[in-house]
């Protein structure tokens, strides 16, 4: 996706209410967390991090963005860790 087509998506996301905003994380936010590289990234943090580190990193997740329901955060942590630890058929 060029940077130009990016940039307008993020400017119309800003035009949004809260309420519309609400729910495009519920709708968008899981596709965007199960990409290739969120994947390898959730992949990582399991491979590396203690149960603590990752303790923190959910409470930064869920600190960080408060505006989003903790059902949402859970929905997506659960969805991502599925996709990794589920294996996928060639």
Avoid: F, K, W
């Amino acid at each position: 996706m060029a940077e130009a087509r990016v940039q307008q998506l993020a400017d119309e996301i800003r035009m949004l209410t809260e309420a519309e905003r609400q729910e495009l994380v519920a709708e968008v936010l899981p596709l965007l967390l199960l990409t290739q590289g969120s994947v390898r990234a959730v992949t990582y943090a399991l491979d590396t991090l203690s149960t603590e580190d990752l303790d923190t990193l959910v409470e930064h997740a869920c600190t960080r963005n408060s505006a989003v329901p903790d059902t949402t955060i859970a929905t997506v942590l659960h969805d991502a860790l599925h996709a990794v630890r589920t294996p996928r058929c060639a």
